[in-house]
């Protein structure tokens, strides 16, 4: 994460850069840099152990300084229109952050009280917006950056998900076919059954989109509970 800035445009409240500093920690950043002043109240406690953060902020004096040595800008808003176009929804920033790891990223966030001025806005060639109720659409700063962070930071876990073999329609009928088997062999009468426990177990699995490792796990179950009841087991390789 060493190559994304959360780049924060004179910032009102230093409650606000304390909560994006405990966040930045959580999910693992640290470049933290600030347009402007540093807000003076008394709330940097709400850091929290992210103290290391707020003492290694860079500052700037313009937004077009803090993005001097950033290969893609990337702005924050709450409006949108037809001269404020929207380029990416959070998960589209996580996407397009991954897709190319060797680049510097801006991830800029204006005021809390008026966001970004157009000549701010222009120099961030990408816009992001966050969808929420229309009626209330402002998020508070630090609720921003958390949505955008945490998006970026579990695309590695989505990806890691996707890599896992999962269980094809066969795996399903073999499974299926060895746990009715041995639930009849330690006794389960399907003579006395007017529920369909094949169409339950398949419905069941596909919900819960079964791995390979999954299925495999299942068939040692049941292959314990056949040992359990009938003193041998069936196999289930």
């Given at each position: 994460?060493?190559?994304?800035?959360?780049?924060?445009?004179?910032?009102?409240?230093?409650?606000?850069?304390?909560?994006?500093?405990?966040?930045?920690?959580?999910?693992?950043?640290?470049?933290?840099?600030?347009?402007?002043?540093?807000?003076?109240?008394?709330?940097?406690?709400?850091?929290?152990?992210?103290?290391?953060?707020?003492?290694n902020v860079q500052h700037f004096d313009s937004l077009e300084n803090a993005l001097s040595d950033i290969d893609r800008a990337i702005a924050f808003s709450r409006r949108k229109g037809k001269l404020k176009k929207v380029d990416l929804i959070p998960s589209g920033v996580a996407e397009y952050i991954h897709t190319a790891k060797d680049l510097s990223y801006g991830l800029v966030f204006g005021r809390e009280t008026y966001g970004l001025t157009d000549e701010e806005a222009s120099l961030c060639p990408l816009r992001c917006y966050i969808k929420a109720n229309p009626s209330f659409p402002s998020l508070n700063l630090s609720q921003a950056v958390a949505v955008i962070l945490y998006e970026i930071y579990g695309y590695n876990q989505?990806?890691?998900?996707?890599?896992?073999?999962?269980?094809?329609?066969?795996?399903f009928s073999s499974l299926i076919d060895y746990i009715m088997n041995t639930l009849?062999?330690?006794g389960f009468d399907k003579s006395k059954e007017n529920y369909?426990?094949?169409?339950?177990?398949?419905?069941?699995?596909?919900?819960?989109?079964?791995?390979?490792?999954?299925?495999?796990r299942i068939k040692q179950l049941f292959n314990r509970i056949n040992v359990a009841v009938k003193g041998k087991g069936k196999g289930y390789h």
């Amino acid at each position: 994460m060493d190559n994304i800035h959360i780049i924060l445009v004179e910032p009102v409240y230093a409650g606000n850069v304390a909560s994006i500093a405990r966040i930045m920690n959580n999910f693992e950043f640290s470049k933290l840099r600030i347009v402007g002043e540093m807000p003076t109240d008394s709330h940097f406690y709400m850091a929290v152990h992210s103290e290391h953060i707020l003492d290694n902020v860079q500052h700037f004096d313009s937004l077009e300084n803090a993005l001097s040595d950033i290969d893609r800008a990337i702005a924050f808003s709450r409006r949108k229109g037809k001269l404020k176009k929207v380029d990416l929804i959070p998960s589209g920033v996580a996407e397009y952050i991954h897709t190319a790891k060797d680049l510097s990223y801006g991830l800029v966030f204006g005021r809390e009280t008026y966001g970004l001025t157009d000549e701010e806005a222009s120099l961030c060639p990408l816009r992001c917006y966050i969808k929420a109720n229309p009626s209330f659409p402002s998020l508070n700063l630090s609720q921003a950056v958390a949505v955008i962070l945490y998006e970026i930071y579990g695309y590695n876990q989505k990806q890691n998900a996707e890599s896992y073999k999962y269980s094809k329609k066969t795996e399903f009928s073999s499974l299926i076919d060895y746990i009715m088997n041995t639930l009849e062999n330690v006794g389960f009468d399907k003579s006395k059954e007017n529920y369909n426990w094949g169409q339950f177990f398949e419905n069941l699995f596909s919900r819960a989109n079964l791995t390979s490792d999954m299925a495999y796990r299942i068939k040692q179950l049941f292959n314990r509970i056949n040992v359990a009841v009938k003193g041998k087991g069936k196999g289930y390789h």
